[in-house]
């Protein structure tokens, strides 16, 4: 739609010509369910007070609606069929104060984008909430949509009786024929405003905390010489949830952060009240809107998980957190800066979790998980910088990537070791202070880190912030006669399309085993810097031949690791042998990515996998292996090869599956694996004795998450039919077992089956979020390749028209899940460069997942070429 895409030179100068004084947002949702089950929209009337730094000149405000009762600006009626044009609404003769009235009647959303209405189909309830980044309150109503124009906002909803509502303030007093009203909030952007209501469960609890000085807490008691901070807690569900929902852990972890970030950042929680929604249908993992943060209520387990699930969830609940400050205190300028909140967040989160919670395996996670999705991010052609080219809002979509997050916090991690931990926080402190309520660029943070640490660090950030990609450290070894270290030197690389070296703190350690049948354990450690193509590392000349090296220990920096061939040749033999769980996380996210690069065949990853995940003692890293596992399968076997290796993968799944110990997470994390591997008739016989329990394995509860788990398998390969998966869902008739139905059904092999299911998500908008993302993970199954041949030419000529005329949140979903990736062939790149050679016009934005799409195919093609030039296995 013509002016949906806001550019940054838009923005620029709308932000040049106004400042806002203040919303006061009114809506009406009581339409949610008198308006029955086809409720579609909801009264908005908004009243904005600003100033126009030039009298009499022309801007507009931001609107995404069906329609438009009333406009009024300065007292004055217009006209909404002359100044609405369904995304803007235009203002002329701007006076030096303005006071802009617009009365709409917006859309509830289904796609998680504005405001969300959800119907429970176990209870009829309807729940509905908001999610806005980047560029989503337009949706819910008329406003000046971009980050650099804060301002306080006033809330007023009226909703069913017996409703609770939330937003980003208190609610004063009580609500009177459903209307509530809430506190003015203090100056925050647009996109972090939020409403959530509906007939959720909620559970309170209370925060306080006493200050001897330093800031005083706005919202503080006065006490002697020092003050109290006392924040209110809420957690809430919805009602079918309410039995599994532990918030009593929750509100553990928010307690601990909220301690953690207060000793280390000097500035009390800013925002009042801190409420957590735990709610349906999705679409990140979390928003940090202040005062009312929202979570998907996956994280509100229906069975048993590994401590893994509990430590991701605290992860996420510290993240959003430490946005209360990084984010929503102090708010980059434009979406070019969006590391400056989101790298600060994903560093906080694991420095937190690690050291204000049980979690103290954060930073092993981080460097086997979460730095794989920025190195596979950093290799992709649209890989950019972590301060990004953003000229759009579609561009800003994209950019909440693994560049943005994950690097940027391995970038975070890597200064902290440069400048020093006290020097780095004490930056963060002055930053808070310096800009509260305001908003910065990346000038302005690297200014108070250079007064902090003296530090010049114009050059720091041109070599990691402002390029693009990802360097290999490799370790160079020779020996002398005493099989002594004669010279230790790391040699660094880049690729051809992204050249620039760049300066890396590293830790060098070196491993070997004591006597012949003990671990490896490292006995030598040197501190060096690395600049340049080489760097010898003198410190340890001398020392006694290591069976290891490891050039990236304790992982201080950013950078693919490799190996010298010894160090290579130990890791095939003794893995499972590496004492330090770190060190082994490092080398397994190695190896894996040697895999991916097409350097080492990809059935030797998986002989690693079956021969030491079995000992992996962090439940993380183990999951983090197999899913990979699982991955190399599907895309980087080579075809011949393929079914073997299935084989072998599933019998050494079940193997460790028997062998874990009764009722563990290790035990719950082979039974999953084994499902998604299993493909004979002996091991899909398995799955369905599991499910019917005609088969036990000793400690396995097959509760209802692991029901569906064995039922997929089951039902992509043609043993379980509708009737099966009906009766299942009749079992689970809840929200998360519709979804689960739709995978299912979806993933049948049967022609009339995935003609259907193509019709659901692309011929079709009737369905939601979570049922697109549903039907898509159970169409694409590459084990039905055959079946799937004819949607690849259909793929290109359907996805303009799927960018067009659906949300971007959808659309993003359909370009990528639809993707024939399960034809890795040289004819699906063939047809992927002539989509991207015949549209050169096509939205940057799709182009961008296109091409993106095509990289993984063409490393598919790569890897697959290696594993077949190391020919068959005994």
């Keep these: ?105 917006c859309a509830y ?28 309150s337009r949706r819910v109503f008329a406003n000046f949509e971009q980050p650099d124009l804060k301002a306080p906002f006033t809330f007023e909803v009226t909703a069913p009786e017996g409703w609770l509502v939330l937003s980003n303030g208190a609610q004063e007093g009580p609500a ?67 039995r599994h929902f532990d918030a009593d852990d929750i509100f553990t972890v928010t307690k601990q952060g909220l301690d953690f970030f207060h000793d280390h950042f000097d500035f009390p929680y800013p925002f009042g009240k801190y409420d957590q929604a735990f709610v349906p249908e999705y679409n990140l993992g979390a928003m940090e809107n202040p005062g009312c943060v929202t979570f998907r209520e996956e994280f509100i387990f ?6 893994a699930s509990y430590e991701r969830r605290a992860n996420v609940i510290l993240h959003e957190m430490a946005h209360m400050w990084f984010g929503d205190l102090v708010t980059m300028h434009w979406w070019d800066d969006l590391w400056l909140k989101e790298s600060y967040a994903d560093f906080m989160g694991s420095f937190a979790q690690v050291g204000a919670t049980r979690f103290t395996d954060g930073w092993i996670t981080f460097a086997n998980r979460r730095k794989s999705w920025a190195y596979r991010a950093d290799q992709l052609p649209s890989t950019h910088p972590i301060t990004a080219d953003i000229r759009d809002l579609e561009d800003a979509k994209l950019n909440f990537d693994g560049i943005t997050y994950a690097k940027g916090a391995s970038v975070l991690k890597q200064l902290v070791a440069y400048v020093g931990q006290d020097a780095f926080l004490e930056g963060a402190r002055r930053y808070f202070k310096r800009h509260a309520y305001g908003n910065t660029r990346l000038a302005d943070l690297l200014a108070v880190l250079e007064e902090t640490s003296g530090r010049d660090l114009a ?31 790391i040699l660094q690389e880049a690729s051809p399309e992204q050249p620039e070296l760049r ?49 990236n220990d304790e992982d201080l920096t950013y950078c693919k690791t490799r190996f010298d061939e010894g160090s290579l040749a130990t890791l095939r033999a003794r893995l499972g042998d590496l004492t330090d769980p770190l060190a082994r996380a490092l080398c397994w996210a190695a190896v894996w990515g ?105 400690g396995l509860a097959v509760d209802q998450e692991l029901r569906w788990a064995f039922l997929v398998p089951l039902a992509t390969h043609g043993v379980a039919d509708e009737a099966a998966i009906g009766a299942e869902l009749a079992r689970d008739d809840t929200a998360s077992g519709k979804r689960h139905q739709v995978r299912c059904l979806a993933a049948r092999p049967a ?52 960018w067009r005329e659906r949300s971007i949140e959808i659309g993003m979903s359909v370009v990528r899940g639809l993707f024939p990736s399960w034809q890795v062939d040289r004819a699906t790149l063939d047809a992927a460069d002539a989509w991207l050679a015949e549209r050169p016009e096509a939205a940057p934005a799709l182009r961008r997942l296109v091409l993106e799409k095509r990289d993984d195919l063409g490393r598919a093609l790569r890897a697959q070429a290696c594993d077949e030039a190391a020919g068959p296995r005994p």
């Design 1 to 105: 739609m013509p002016g949906e895409n806001l550019s940054r030179e838009e923005a620029r100068e709308r932000g040049r010509l106004l400042t806002v004084d203040g919303y006061d947002v009114a809506l009406d949702v009581r339409s949610a369910v008198a308006g029955g089950a086809d409720a579609a929209t909801f009264r908005s009337r908004t009243t904005i007070r600003f100033r126009c730094a030039e009298p009499g000149a022309t801007s507009f405000a931001d609107l995404l609606a069906p329609s438009v009762g009333a406009v009024t600006l300065n007292g004055r009626a217009l006209d909404p069929a002359e100044v609405f044009d369904g995304t803007r609404i235009a203002l002329a003769d701007l006076a030096a104060e303005n006071t802009l009235v617009v009365d709409a009647q």
């Design 109 to 136: 959303s289904r796609t998680g984008e504005g405001l969300h209405r959800f119907v429970d189909p176990e209870d009829g309830e309807v729940y509905l909430y908001t999610q806005y980044e980047p560029a989503d």
């Design 176 to 242: 009177e024929a459903g209307r509530h009203r809430f506190a003015t909030t203090q100056p925050i952007s647009t996109y972090i405003t939020a409403v959530v209501a509906g007939p959720y469960h909620y559970v309170t609890d209370t925060y306080r905390r006493a200050f001897d000085g330093g800031t005083s807490p706005s919202s503080a008691a006065e006490s002697g010489g020092g003050s109290e901070l006392e924040i209110p807690l809420g957690a809430l569900c919805r009602k079918g949830l309410a």
């Design 302 to 307: 229906r069975g048993k998980v590994t401590e």
């Design 459 to 489: 050059a720091w950030s041109r070599a990691w912030l402002e390029t693009a990609g990802v360097n290999s450290l490799t370790p160079q070894v020779t020996y002398d006669a005493q099989d002594r270290i004669t010279e230790l030197s």
């Design 503 to 551: 300066p890396h703190r590293v830790a060098v350690g070196l491993y070997r085993r004591l006597d012949a049948d003990s671990a490896l354990v490292r006995y030598a450690r040197a501190e060096v810097d690395v600049a340049g193509p080489r760097t010898a590392v003198p410190e340890l000349a001398g020392v006694e031949r290591p069976e290891l090296v490891l050039v």
């Design 594 to 698: 040697l895999t991916r690069d097409g350097l080492m065949p990809a059935r030797d990853f998986l002989a690693l996998v079956r021969q030491f995940a079995g000992a992996e003692t962090v439940v993380g890293v183990l999951q983090s292996v197999l899913g990979q596992a699982e991955a190399a399968l599907e895309h980087y076997v080579a075809p011949e090869y393929r079914e073997r290796a299935a084989r072998e993968l599933a019998e050494g799944a079940l193997r460790e599956l028997r062998l874990a110990e009764p009722g563990s997470g290790h035990q719950l994390s082979w039974a999953r694996h084994f499902a998604a591997v299993a493909t004979t008739a002996a091991d899909l016989q398995l799955l369905q004795g599991l499910l019917n329990g005609t088969a036990k394995i000793d």
């Design 751 to 802: 022609a009339e089956v995935k003609a259907a299911a193509w019709a659901d998500v692309v011929e079709s908008d009737a369905l939601s979020n979570a049922l697109v993302e549903a039907t898509l993970s159970g169409f694409a199954q590459p084990s039905q390749r055959e079946l799937l041949a004819p949607y690849t030419p259909r793929y290109f000529t359907v996805i303009e028209r799927i």
